[in-house]
T-cell receptor
C-alpha cells in the first residue's frame, strides 16, 4: 500500500513569489491535513480537508490556502512568500481510527 | 485547548540503556495520545497510539508507552537503546473538546552514545 506522497521534496523560492505544494494521501483516506514545521515554532496545524471541504483551520494568515480534489489529492498554496515561511511542510492522511500517516514533507526555502 | 508538554528537549543515553521520554497532556477527559518519530529530512512515523483500550501500549521498534490518567502522562520507554533510535520524538494529543486534530509537543531529541 503506497504511503503519503508529497511533491516536490525541496523548493527554493524568492520573497514575494507564490508556491504550490502537492499531497497524495493513502488510497482510501479521505482526510488530508497540513502542518508547518519550524525549529522555532515546532509543528503547527495549517488546515484539514475532508471530501473536498475544509473542515478545520489553524491560526495562519490568509496567504496560506489549500484545496482538495475529488480523488482526495490536496494542494496547499502560499502567496506573497516571506522569509519566515521557510519550513518543512508536512501532509498527513487520516484513517477511520484517528491514525495519521505523514508524508516525507516538502522543504521550502524562501530567499 | 488541548496541549502537550514534553520534558527535556534533549535526552542522551548510552547504547543498551533504558530510554525514557516524558510526555504530559492537559485534558480533563482521556484523549487519544500518540508518539511519533522523525528521522532527519523525513516525515513523522507513528510509533504507537492510545485510544482508550489497554493502558500499556506497545508500538514498533520495541517502544511502549503507559497511559496514566492520574498523572496525565504518556511516557515513552524502550528497555535497551540502539544507535538507530537516535531521532526526534514527538508526543501528540487529540480528541479533546471534539477536536480530533493532533496537537504536538515541541519534541525530544534522543541522542544515543556508543
Amino acid at each position: 500500500k503506497a504511503g503519503v506522497t508529497q511533491t516536490p521534496r525541496y523548493l527554493i523560492k524568492t520573497r514575494g513569489q507564490q508556491v504550490t505544494l502537492s499531497c497524495s494521501p493513502i488510497s482510501g483516506h479521505r482526510s488530508v491535513s497540513w502542518y508547518q514545521q519550524t525549529p522555532g515554532q515546532g509543528l503547527q496545524f495549517l488546515f484539514e480537508y475532508f471530501s473536498e471541504t475544509q473542515r478545520n483551520k489553524g491560526n495562519f494568515p490568509g496567504r496560506f490556502s489549500g484545496r482538495q480534489f475529488s480523488n482526495s489529492r490536496s494542494e496547499m498554496n502560499v502567496s506573497t512568500l516571506e522569509l519566515g515561511d521557510s519550513a518543512l511542510y508536512l501532509c498527513a492522511s487520516r484513517d477511520s481510527n484517528y491514525g495519521y500517516t505523514f508524508g516525507s514533507g516538502t522543504r521550502l526555502t524562501v530567499v | 485547548a488541548q496541549s502537550v508538554t514534553q520534558l527535556g528537549s534533549h535526552v542522551s543515553v548510552s547504547e543498551g540503556a533504558l530510554v525514557l521520554l516524558r510526555c504530559n497532556y492537559s485534558s480533563s477527559v482521556p484523549p487519544y495520545l500518540f508518539w511519533y518519530v522523525q528521522y532527519p529530512n523525513q516525515g513523522l512515523q507513528l510509533l504507537l497510539k492510545y485510544t482508550s483500550a489497554a493502558t500499556l501500549v506497545k508500538g514498533i521498534n520495541g517502544f511502549e508507552a503507559e497511559f496514566k490518567k492520574s498523572e496525565t502522562s504518556f511516557h515513552l520507554t524502550k528497555p535497551s537503546a540502539h544507535m538507530s533510535d537516535a531521532a526526534e520524538y514527538f508526543c501528540a494529543v487529540s480528541g479533546v473538546g471534539g477536536s480530533y486534530i493532533p496537537t504536538f509537543g515541541r519534541g525530544t531529541s534522543l541522542i544515543v552514545h556508543p
